[in-house]
Each structure stands twice: as C-alpha cells, then as structure tokens.
C-alpha cells in the first residue's frame, strides 16, 4: 500500500512557520488580488491597527522559503478600505432610521479590512542589521501571497534608497 502524503500538517501552527526577526514590525500579509502579486506590484492586507502613509516604504520578508534575510522593499501607492457596511444605501438608511453602527470593528470583523496598493522597489539582502549592497538588486523575488509585510527600519530605508547614513560622508550642496 502506498503512503498517503499529508498536503497540511494537522499539528501545523505559528510556531513552526518562521516568522520574521523581532527588528521587523508586521503590518499586514501579501494577498491575491487581480494581476498579483508580481515582480512589480502587490496588494498587503494590513493588520488591524496597522497604519500607512502613502509613500511609505515596507518590505516584504521571504523568510518562509528564502532561509536567509531577503527582503523585497515596497512603496506604498494607495490604501483602501472595504467595509460593504458603510455603502451609502445603508450607511444612509441607519441614518434616516437614527440607528448607530451595528457592525463589528475592524479586529474582530470578517468583512471590514484595509488593504494596500504597493510598488516594489528592489530585493535586499541583509548581513545581519547591515545591507549587503553588491546583492542589492531590482525585484529578483516573487512575493507570494501569504509573506509578510514588514515596517522598514530607517536605516534600511536609507540603505535602500543608496543613501548616506551620516551626512558628514557625503558632499552637502545646500538646501
């Protein structure tokens, strides 16, 4: 009789999926959505209480299945909200029947979320709290979905965008 191969672990839990070192803040997973995730493009659900700004640059961590720091470094777009709720025809009929909200709030709701709009800047291969500038590259890893994404530390920011991290080695031209 042939084994039966088990496609899920029954016992599968947080604990045995690796999760990103304690330096980087989880605001939210890569998700499926029209058209990706791709080499340029993803949507992140955010967690709830997470925030971003446009222009925001995250990271996606690919420690799941990349068992080095490798990390794809994301600008925020756009986010958006989904909470059918809140459509006007019913936001509008608790309002002329004078009823308050009656729905969940965003932690423990299954159908309000945000999710946001993200490019991909360039995969990043850390040394540690360092970045191994020679392997410093445009998007070279798929985001799947189910990554996290991460907030980027500022240092990594600088790194990321080849700036200086002491303004006493660069030339100053003025502001």
Same mark, same amino acid.
């Given at each position: 009789?042939?084994? $039966?191969?088990?496609?899920?672990?029954?016992?599968?839990?947080?604990?045995?999926?690796?999760?990103?070192?304690? %330096?980087?803040?989880?605001?939210?997973?890569?998700?499926?959505?029209?058209?990706?995730?791709?080499?340029?493009?993803?949507?992140?659900?955010?967690?709830?209480?997470?925030?971003?700004?446009?222009?925001?640059?995250?990271?996606?961590? !690919? #420690?799941?299945?990349? %068992?080095?720091?490798? &990390?794809?470094? $994301?600008?925020?777009?756009? =986010?958006?909200? $989904?909470?059918?709720?809140?459509?006007?025809?019913?936001? !509008?009929?608790?309002?002329? &029947?004078?009823?308050?909200?009656?729905?969940?709030?965003?932690?423990?709701?299954? %159908?309000?979320?945000?999710?946001?709009? =993200?490019?991909?800047?360039?995969?990043?291969?850390?040394?540690?709290?360092?970045?191994?500038?020679?392997?410093?590259?445009?998007?070279?890893? &798929? =985001?799947?979905?189910?990554?996290?994404?991460?907030?980027?530390?500022?240092?990594?920011?600088?790194?990321?965008?080849?700036? &200086?991290? !002491?303004?006493?080695? #660069?030339?100053?031209? #003025?502001?």
């Amino acid at each position: 009789m042939a084994d $039966i191969v088990e496609l899920v672990p029954s016992n599968l839990s947080d604990e045995q999926v690796p999760q990103p070192p304690e %330096r980087f803040a989880v605001v939210g997973a890569v998700v499926q959505s029209e058209g990706g995730p791709s080499f340029q493009q993803l949507r992140a659900l955010l967690a709830p209480g997470s925030e971003v700004r446009p222009g925001e640059f995250l990271a996606v961590w !690919h #420690g799941r299945r990349v %068992r080095d720091d490798t &990390l794809t470094v $994301i600008q925020v777009e756009d =986010c958006r909200e $989904i909470n059918p709720n809140e459509t006007p025809e019913l936001a !509008h009929t608790r309002r002329a &029947l004078d009823l308050g909200p009656a729905f969940a709030k965003e932690e423990t709701s299954t %159908r309000v979320f945000r999710v946001a709009l =993200c490019k991909t800047v360039e995969d990043l291969a850390l040394d540690g709290d360092k970045v191994d500038q020679d392997a410093a590259s445009a998007p070279q890893t &798929l =985001c799947r979905a189910g990554d996290p994404v991460v907030r980027l530390p500022a240092k990594l920011v600088t790194a990321a965008l080849g700036c &200086l991290d !002491h303004p006493d080695k #660069g030339l100053s031209l #003025g502001t």
